[in-house]
């Protein structure tokens, strides 16, 4: 999906206290994942609580293009009928991922590990991110490219391997997608598939194929790394997968909660799997008042019914390596830190810089038309914090959702209003996000 109609611009004022009951939409990790696993297993997935966004339905479009059944049986609820790992048709068009990256390398790894030929494509923001991250490992792997441009942006063709070989991988940077790419395709290798990290990232890709049926280990690799091994061509058994919300969109209305004086909310069913969960501690640390109540946890992920009040943040320092456990969230992360007394610094995010925007420089941006002091300093973004938020800006969104959420937050509690550009690309990844806001007292119009 493009986007080609006209842009929709919002404007977020200051609001009285937000209240209320809500449960964000499925994990979006967790949904790509279901659909993928879903269709490279045997018999019948249910899945409950999938996110419907524009990023998790072009995964869902590109699995039936690749052979699988791919049903909704009612609202979040989908079933999906796969063909057996390694048994992928050719696609008869190119698969178009739209703004997602994850949709994107996620299934490039599982084509990898099959012998058809598949173009991959998307949207402007998407053809401007690297995938030669992805393409290095899953070309050890036996799988093929077309003539690709430099940095292997799309549009490319990949050839799957007729006889994918089993790797030991050593990941360049902190990253699920290139991890999951690996052991998608390695799901078709004879022997065991092996991929190493230096720091952990999320493991819902290493839960779910457990909860399939696969044969795969994790176990601790130095100070805060992990190795994962996976015996392939075994077959995966369809499941019922049922999809927790998600923290990353929780993010939102968690920060709005904390920087509107007077504010009482509750998140229902959010997931609080540990690799996920650094803006939670940082939050916290910042003098944060979030609760958590009813743990407990489906097919190995944890999750929590969330109480967030108003609170009276200060700046902290957020250390390099939780960047992965909280890599999309520093945007929202630096609109509390601009409400908050005193400076946080937030170490390490050269990764932010290839998301669906440069979100380093676009977070900078964001701080600063609204009247924030804010330096980004080699890989870290140091945020001046003064209490309140001038505001009054208009922040360009770049295609990029988690930027125009980001800045409406701001507005929620700004001395101004906030304006973003564009609101269509919150489609996404929270389809219901502008609503949902406005159901917990958000003035957004
Ligand atoms: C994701 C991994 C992260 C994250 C993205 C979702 C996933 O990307 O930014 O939104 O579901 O595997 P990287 O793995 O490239 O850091």
């Not at 920087?259 to 799997?273: A, F, K, P």
């Amino acid at each position: 999906m493009t986007h080609s109609g006209p842009a929709t611009p919002l404007e977020a004022r200051s609001s009285g206290p937000l209240s209320g009951k809500v449960r964000v939409p499925g994990d979006k990790s967790i949904s790509h994942r279901s659909l993928i696993l879903g269709a490279l297993a045997v018999g019948e997935t249910r899945i409950s609580g999938l996110l419907e966004g524009e990023d998790v339905i072009n995964t869902a479009k590109s699995m039936r293009a690749l052979g699988a059944s791919v049903e909704r049986t009612g609202p979040f609820a989908w079933t999906v009928r796969g063909v057996g790992v390694g048994g992928f048709a050719e696609p008869a068009a190119a698969l178009d991922f739209g703004n997602s990256g994850t949709g994107c390398r996620l299934v490039m790894g599982a084509v990898a590990g099959c012998p058809v030929t598949a173009v991959f494509d998307g949207d402007a923001s998407l053809r401007s991110r690297p995938m030669r991250r992805i393409l290095d490992p899953l070309e050890l792997m036996g799988a093929r490219t077309g003539d690709i441009k430099e940095g292997g942006r799309l549009p490319l063709t990949l050839h799957g391997a007729r006889d994918p070989v089993p790797i030991v991988y050593r990941t360049p940077v902190a990253s699920a997608q290139i991890k999951s790419a690996v052991l998608l395709a390695g799901l078709a290798a004879p022997g065991i598939t092996t991929v190493i990290e230096t720091e952990a990232s999320r493991d819902h890709t290493e839960l779910m194929m457990k909860h399939f049926g696969a044969d795969i280990t994790s176990e601790r690799e130095g100070s805060h790394g992990r190795k994962i091994s996976l015996a392939g061509q075994s077959e995966l058994h369809g499941a019922e997968v049922v999809v927790p919300a998600d923290p990353s969109s929780s993010a939102f209305p968690i920060v709005a909660a904390l920087i509107v004086e007077g504010s009482d909310i509750v998140l229902s069913d959010v997931m609080t799997n540990p690799l996920r969960t650094g803006l939670f501690t940082t939050l916290r640390e910042m003098g944060g008042s979030i609760e958590e109540s009813e743990v407990r946890g489906d097919a190995g992920e944890p999750m929590a019914q969330l109480r967030v009040r108003g609170s009276k943040l200060r700046g902290v320092e957020v250390p390099p390596e939780r960047a992965p456990s909280m890599i999309d969230e520093y945007l929202v992360l630096a609109v509390a830190a601009s409400f908050a007394e005193g400076t946080t610094v937030m170490r390490g995010l050269q990764e932010l810089r290839v998301k669906e925007s440069d979100r380093l420089a676009a977070t900078a941006d964001m701080l600063r038309v609204n009247g924030v002091k804010v330096e980004i300093s080699g890989d870290d973004l140091i945020v001046e914090g003064r209490g309140h938020v001038p505001g009054g800006g208009l922040v360009a969104t770049h295609m990029d959702h988690r930027i125009a959420m980001s800045a409406l937050v701001m507005g929620c509690a700004a001395d101004k209003p906030v304006k973003v550009d564009d609101t269509a690309f919150i489609a996404t990844s929270f389809p219901d996000f502008i609503p949902m806001m406005r159901a917990l007292g958000a003035e957004f119009s």
